[in-house]
Structure formats: C-alpha cells, structure tokens
C-alpha cells in the first residue's frame, strides 16, 4: 500500500533550478530516511542526497554547493532544490525511503518512486 509519488522533473537550460517533491503515502507509522538517486544513460543509479529522521544530510560529492535536501515531517515529503544545474546532472531521478509500515512495526524496508526525468541543456 505504500508509495512514493516524485514530481518537478523537466528539461531546463545549464544554470537554471528545479525543485523535486516526493511524498510517501499508505500505511506509515514512521520513517527512518528519505532521500534521492539518480541514473544516468548507460551508467548505475547512485545517491545524490538523503535525510534521516533527525535531520542529518548526506550529498554526493558532485553536488554538494549546488543541491539541498529538506523534509516536512508531517507531510512524509522530501524535496530537492537543484540549482546551478549542469548538463551532467541529466538523469532519472528517483525517490527512495526507509520506512516502518503500520503492519510490520518492528522492520525498516526500502521504497522506490517510478523516477522523473531531469534533463539540463548546454
């Protein structure tokens, strides 16, 4: 019954923002971690940034300066404000959470969104 639902993927030109949403619906009693991926053409998916449940960030090095991660607790988002974009930075972008349901109140387990294309023109 949980999902992640990521929205904010376009094609916008080298030096532009996008902002990314994800929130996570269903049965949640909490969650341990959010966070974003990214896989580009021919290459595999990596971590771009993550958040916990006490707020402590983690960013890929590529990225650090130029992206922030940030949470509403309440609302079970993450957002991903991208700025100073690059054309490297072209790739699905794909939500991730760590998370305890209603149903399975001792175990964390692992959420994927379906992904939303970024592409950055030079």
């Known amino acids: 019954q949980v999902q992640l639902v990521e929205s904010g993927g376009d094609l916008v030109q080298a030096g532009g923002s996008l902002r990314l949403s994800c929130a996570a619906t269903g049965s949640i009693r909490s969650i341990n971690a959010m966070g974003w991926y990214r896989q580009a053409p021919g290459k595999q998916r990596e971590l771009v940034a993550s958040?916990?449940?006490?707020?402590?960030?983690n960013y890929a090095d590529s990225v650090k300066g130029r992206f922030a991660i940030s949470r509403d607790n309440a609302k079970n988002t993450v957002y991903l404000q991208m700025n100073s974009l690059k054309p490297e930075d072209t790739a699905v972008y794909y939500c991730?959470?760590?998370?305890?349901?209603?149903?399975?109140?001792?175990?964390?387990?692992?959420?994927w969104g379906q992904g939303t294309q970024v592409t950055v023109s030079s």
């Open positions: 991730y959470a760590r998370l305890i349901t209603t149903q399975y109140l001792t175990f964390a387990r692992d959420y």
């Open positions: 958040i916990t449940s006490g707020a402590s960030t």
